[in-house]
């Protein structure tokens, strides 16, 4: 299998994350076919963004990686931006609150 840019990937894993952080389609089970390396980058980039330090998402992403573990993976958690996606996050949380609907607004 041809392996994916650093580009595409970001934007494949951010995407993910926003389906993953919204609590409205809970439960989520995570996966694909060997489950190591996107899933590895996933679980990884939602580590990050609850706020795990990067020392322990990457042991947990070569704990589960084992030999099969790709120093581009290492290289993608580490310098993975979740800034973005913690602002998605508390939009939603705001939205989810009823504070996004006009109705709400009026009343406050």
């Known amino acids: 299998m041809q392996e994916l840019s650093v ?3 970001r934007d494949i894993i951010t995407e993910t994350l926003k389906l993953l952080i919204d609590v409205r389609i809970h439960p989520v ?3 694909c076919k060997q489950g190591k390396h996107r899933t590895g980058c996933v679980v990884g980039s939602l580590r990050k963004l609850q706020n ?5 998402v990457l042991e947990e992403y ?4 084992g030999v099969k573990s790709r120093d ?7 310098t993975y931006d979740v800034s973005y996606l913690q602002q ?3 939009t939603i949380i705001y939205q989810s609150q009823g504070y996004g609907s006009i109705k709400q607004r ?3």
């Open 88 to 90: 998605s996050l508390q």
């Open 7 to 9: 580009d595409v990937l």
């Open 62 to 65: 070569k704990l589960y990686a």
């Open 72 to 78: 581009t993976d290492l290289k993608f958690l580490e």
């Open 29 to 31: 089970l995570i996966h």
């Open 106 to 108: 009026r009343l406050l």
């Open 52 to 56: 795990w330090c990067l020392s322990s």
